[in-house]
């Protein structure tokens, strides 16, 4: 191995061991530091509480609809409770803005400056349909922004995680702990990857897939369309559906530190959190698109 080659391993092997072991400081905590491993072991614990379920007959999964017509199951809300339990041990002082939990007012929740941003399973559909395609999302947020996001995909066996100026990776049962990155890209370009929801697929959706040049598609549930395009396996997620902030935080700090961006349809701003009305706006995930 030449002497190039040699910097370019020892660089990669530390960025990987320093995305596993690196720690958060959370500013005006009082010292607080949260290791990123420590969430990503908290979002795998999560999802063996979801498997456990994932395993029985679904008769057992004490399936609900909510006020808002969407799916609860058994596997929800215990994974919730793994998650809440853990975050309130680790970071007491740290409030907790969960799907599955009361949301606090406007008013208390203004005053926050970091806040827990939790789906404990993102995909409930998906788990019901028995497709595999469902994930924890857990993530930390400062002033409306993410720092730290964790997907975890149970069934999958992976957990992409983001760090605020570190960068985002990915932990296989098969492969360890990888870097990953989003591929750079032009609207120009022929036979670019869209990602599609598959529950969602709309008209709208359609016309906006109609002006790239041959494009391929790929359809996936919950929050893995992200993770296609933060590991470099996608160009382009556009959602003209709704969604709650929970669905979007932690995917959206992956694809970002994966040099990607999710922005706001209308302003082409990243989306932002901890709004008075937490339905997300319109967006599109984009990879690195150039502009040429």
Same mark, same amino acid.
């Given at each position: ?6 910097? +370019? ?50 008769? #057992? ?16 809300? =215990? ?11 680790? @970071? ?20 926050? @400056? ?49 760090? =605020? ?42 016309? +906006? ?33 709704? @969604? ?22 209308? @302003? ?8 008075? #009305?937490?339905? #997300?706006?319109? +967006? ?9």
């Amino acid at each position: 191995m030449n002497g190039v080659l040699c910097l +370019f391993w020892l660089f990669e092997i530390c960025c990987v061991r320093f995305g596993m072991d690196s720690v958060y400081v959370v500013e005006g905590g009082g010292g607080v530091e949260i290791c990123i491993g420590d969430i990503v072991t908290l979002s795998e614990d999560a999802g063996k509480a979801i498997l456990k379920v994932y395993e029985q007959a679904d008769e #057992n999964w004490d399936k609900q609809v909510k006020s808002d017509d969407s799916p609860l199951t058994r596997a929800d809300l =215990d994974a919730n409770d793994v998650i809440c339990s853990k975050l309130k041990t680790l @970071t007491p002082n740290i409030p907790i803005m969960s799907e599955e939990n009361k949301q606090d007012s406007f008013e208390e929740r203004s005053k926050w @400056t970091y806040f827990w941003c939790v789906d404990p399973l993102d995909g409930t559909k998906e788990f019901i349909k028995r497709n595999g395609e469902f994930t924890v999302n857990i993530a930390l947020m400062k002033n409306g922004k993410g720092v730290i996001g964790v997907v975890h995909a149970p069934v999958l066996g992976e957990t992409f995680f983001g760090v =605020d100026q570190i960068g985002s990776f990915v932990k296989s049962d098969k492969i360890g702990v990888e870097k990953i990155s989003v591929k750079e890209y032009s609207d120009s370009d022929s036979g670019l990857v869209l990602v599609c929801s598959r529950s969602h697929l709309d008209d709208k959706t359609k016309e +906006f897939m109609s002006k790239f040049s041959d494009p391929k598609t790929i359809s996936m549930g919950s929050s893995l369309k992200f993770m296609l395009v933060a590991r470099g396996d996608a160009h382009v997620y556009p959602r003209f559906a709704p @969604t709650m902030e929970w669905d979007t935080a932690a995917s959206q700090v992956v694809v970002e530190q994966a040099g990607g961006s999710v922005v706001n349809v209308e @302003t082409n701003q990243p989306l932002t959190y901890n709004k008075e #009305n937490l339905r #997300n706006p319109f +967006f599109i995930c984009y990879a690195n698109k150039s502009n040429n």
